[in-house]
């Protein structure tokens, strides 16, 4: 529409399709898929300049927080003022992937400039995504739709929330990249100077190098992305209400099982067997009297007549799921019977709008499950990437990821499938008399037997007080502490002592092969 064309007045409706304006200060704007209502112009879309064409050649993505998770080992060296050196800069990510039988494009780029303020100069680094259509050109759908879909699949994967900053569309004709405005979330808030913020991302960037292409193809390929996906990645967003909050990811796990059962998988429910017996007792006692063939032809006609087809029921397919889904993965998030029970009583009430009736330690309860539910769609939607069971077990094993932290986690079979412990069993006598003695969890000193047996060793736990106590400086060789040959002694971090289901967890323990220690 042209700047000196009138608009109409009405309280409906009125398309405007492409509306050039001019700011206050001279800036120009076009605004894409424009709708007037009364004075009121809305748009879908507003790029800085006079940029009358749909088409761009490509399109330039910045994302809040992946240029520090891409960035994780980039070394500035050297000293100021004479010579700097980057080392270590990310491997970038090249993949071509296809959506809707269109070809596409994605690749990453190392950004920076230096400004300077008085005595002040200040280096920014970023990396951006740049998308482009092969043979063809983006619409402005495009740059929104992929733009927002590349954030939810980075939000999937290090288990944050991906916002994008800012997006630049490239015109054809000129070349010229143009900054491009339309609804969506704002960035998450966090302390920027927490430099805990990379490690604690579900994934690192490094695990992920070389495996890119088949990330995308598989997520682009996915039946669940354009729903199921998209929902997970938005409720990490969620700061409102519980209730809302576990009906959303209760939803969404219902969703998904219902997807993997099949809907169209229904079994065939006859009427109720008592009222088919009430019926053939009428039929028996009617006069004049039907024959047993007749009564039998009727309860038949009536079965056919009156049975229907019903669908499998949410725990029939949630367990159904959990049956094809891997049994470490599914021992270590640790849903029980009695939590998916707890779950879906929720959902029903809540969807219901009845009243929960919450028992002691339930509210509690409801937000660790919640958190469980979230951690098993994570570890599906790393499967449907692509990604490995090992994969996703890497980023599990990270105890600073929000998910492991909330999920309260079967952190010792967690230990025993990453083998990042070691286990050993003991007899009752010996289980009973190791649980008796107190402060025994850190710094704890073992014989190993040539059998894979395991005993205390008083004689060694005092050795290591001692050493305490004397107040050494200086570095110390274990073999120093405790007096013993090289080889005999080894530090193990981890360590579980079991004796059926009952366990004890020890830290920093050291175990001695007990069949090289001298006789003297």
Not at 73 to 90: C, M, N, Q, Y
Not at 436 to 462: A, M, W, Y
Not at 497 to 513: K, L, P, R, T, W
Request: contains cysteine; charged residues 25%.
């Amino acid at each position: 529409m042209p700047l000196t064309s009138p608009i109409p007045h009405s309280d409906t409706e009125y398309l405007l399709g492409v509306v050039q304006a001019i700011a206050e200060n001279g800036k120009s704007y076009t605004l894409h898929g424009c709708k007037a209502y009364g004075f009121t112009i809305y748009a879908d879309f507003l790029i800085v300049g006079n940029v009358l064409d749909d088409g761009f050649r490509s399109v330039s993505i910045r994302y809040s927080d992946i240029s520090e998770w891409f960035m994780q080992w980039r070394r500035i060296e050297g000293k100021v003022g004479e010579t700097l050196t980057w080392s270590e800069l990310p491997q970038q990510i090249s993949v071509d992937f296809e959506d809707g039988k269109r070809q596409f494009k994605l690749t990453t780029e190392y950004e920076s400039d230096l400004t300077s303020k008085g005595e002040d100069h200040v280096l920014h680094e970023h990396i951006e995504f740049a998308l482009e259509q092969t043979g063809g050109v983006l619409t402005l759908d495009d740059a929104k739709g992929k733009a927002m879909e590349v954030a939810r699949l980075l939000s999937i994967l290090i288990a944050h929330p991906v916002s994008i900053v800012d997006i630049h569309v490239q015109t054809v004709d000129t070349n010229r990249f143009h900054r491009l405005y339309f609804p969506t979330f704002r960035s998450v808030d966090r302390d920027t100077s927490d430099s805990t913020f990379v490690r604690s991302c579900f994934t690192q960037k490094h695990a992920l190098d070389d495996r890119w292409q088949t990330i995308f193809q598989n997520y682009y390929r996915s039946p669940h992305r354009s729903v199921r996906w998209t929902r997970l990645a938005g409720m990490q967003r969620y700061e409102g209400f519980w209730e809302y909050k576990a009906l959303g990811y209760i939803s969404l796990l219902d969703s998904y099982v219902s997807h993997y059962a099949g809907r169209g998988k229904k079994s065939l429910t006859p009427p109720n067997p008592k009222k088919m017996s009430a019926l053939e007792g009428e039929l028996v006692q009617m006069s004049p009297k039907l024959g047993e063939t007749t009564i039998k032809s009727i309860l038949d006609a009536v079965n056919r007549m009156f049975s229907f087809s019903q669908e499998p029921k949410f725990p029939e397919k949630y367990q159904a799921t959990i049956a094809a889904t891997d049994a470490d993965i599914v021992k270590i998030i640790n849903i029980a019977e009695r939590d998916f029970r707890l779950i879906k009583r929720v959902r029903d009430k809540i969807a219901h709008g009845d009243d929960i009736g919450l028992e002691d330690g339930d509210l509690e309860q409801i937000g660790t499950v919640v958190s469980r539910i979230e951690l098993l769609l994570t570890y599906w939607a790393y499967i449907d990437f692509g990604l490995s069971k090992t994969d996703f077990l890497e980023g599990l094993n990270n105890p600073l990821c929000r998910l492991r932290r909330l999920s309260q986690i079967d952190e010792k079979h967690l230990a025993r499938v990453s083998e990042t412990a070691e286990f050993f069993q003991v007899s009752p006598e010996v289980f009973r008399t190791l649980s008796s003695r107190k402060g025994l969890g850190v710094f704890t000193c073992f014989l190993k037997g040539p059998n894979h047996e395991i005993e205390f060793s008083d004689h060694f736990q005092q050795k290591h007080l001692d050493w305490q106590n004397a107040r050494h400086t200086g570095m110390s060789t274990f073999e120093q502490i405790f007096d013993v040959e090289a080889g005999i002694v080894r530090h193990v971090p981890h360590l579980f002592i079991e004796c059926g289901d009952e366990s004890i967890e020890f830290h920093g323990a050291y175990v001695f092969d007990k069949s090289r220690l001298s006789q003297g």
